[in-house]
């Protein structure tokens, strides 16, 4: 059973029940380069309130420095670093702290910059992303292109996340480093999300992507680093002692019931769901208890409207 929230004595009582409040991105803060209604006057009145917030997004086409500028131009100020914890960067971390990949060794990845530069900030080389001379404009597909025909042997791990800018040549690159080695290089993802919420239509998301690979491979990652990975959760935690003491006083608000929703009941949190994004009300009416989210509401911004 979940609770819609349409009323304002509902979000006062929201305000006095938790102290820390995660957002997702897509889908509930904005959709693509537009800002979703009165999510600024809702953050601001969250910081007016004291309350502790951070950014949680598994779009990993992203680096951090990145997130900050575009919550500044879309007229969000004052978020810290601290505050966004990104897809990309949870990979990044991974590969160094739980792979513990060498750094003379380089990482092929299937996706976008936010991967290449968290993982060039820890120090690695990385092969494939965004490499022009895998996109030229023209480029039509050859099977004797070197980056399928050269593998490099230094390659100690594959990273797949969303890549907006995929082709048949960079999967089927992607495809010769999975086989490599009779299978054994390290295979890491950045998410799971099917499909990726824009304004007026979904499009692919990171996880159907990924799963062209594994099809082809016949390989799963060895590792989803985003939500509902808990290491993202933990994370924050080590950041937010009292959400990790306390975190029923934290509320989780996504879009998404796989990834956000599990994310935020299995970190012991509280969960909203908005309905701008992935899910539909009649489904989200239709669950059960154990997976429904404690509270939804039609839109973020509502926490505003409600109260003027
Ligand atoms: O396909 C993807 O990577 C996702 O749909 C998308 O980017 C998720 O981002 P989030 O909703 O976690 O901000």
């Not at 025909?149 to 999967?171: C, E, M, R, W």
Request: with cysteine; glycine share 8%; proline share 5%.
């Amino acid at each position: 059973m979940t609770t819609k929230i349409a009323a304002a004595h509902q979000v006062h009582q929201i305000l006095a029940d938790y102290d820390y409040f995660l957002f997702d991105c897509d889908g509930v803060i904005w959709l693509g380069d537009h800002i979703l209604p009165h999510v600024v006057e809702t953050l601001a009145l969250l910081k007016k309130h004291n309350k502790t917030v951070f950014f949680v997004t598994n779009n990993s086409s992203k680096a951090r420095d990145d997130y900050l500028e575009k919550f500044q131009k879309l007229g969000i100020p004052d978020v810290d670093k601290t505050e966004v914890f990104g897809s990309s960067y949870a990979l990044a971390v991974y590969v160094e702290k739980i792979l513990k990949l060498p750094k003379d060794k380089k990482v092929w990845v299937l996706g976008e910059a936010g991967i290449e530069k968290e993982l060039r900030a820890l120090g690695y080389t990385t092969l494939g992303g965004t490499d022009p001379a895998l996109v030229a404009d023209g480029l039509k597909f050859d099977a004797s292109h070197p980056a399928l025909t050269q593998l490099d042997p230094d390659v100690g791990a594959v990273v797949a996340g969303l890549s907006l800018n995929i082709n048949y040549l960079k999967l089927s690159a992607t495809l010769q480093y999975l086989l490599k080695d009779n299978k054994t290089i390290p295979f890491i993802a950045t998410n799971i999300d099917l499909t990726f919420p824009s304004k007026g239509m979904l499009l692919i998301g990171a996880g159907s992507i990924i799963e062209t690979v594994s099809f082809a491979s016949g390989r799963q990652p060895d590792a989803i680093c985003g939500k509902p990975n808990l290491s993202m959760m933990n994370s924050i935690k080590a950041d937010c002692p009292g959400l990790k003491e306390n975190p029923k006083r934290g509320l989780m608000v996504g879009d998404r019931l796989n990834t956000d929703m599990k994310f935020g009941r299995d970190g012991g949190l509280d969960t909203l769901l908005v309905l701008t994004g992935i899910e539909k009300e009649e489904v989200v009416k239709a669950l059960p208890s154990e997976t429904a989210p404690t509270y939804y509401a039609d839109k973020l911004g509502d926490f505003f409207e409600l109260l003027q």
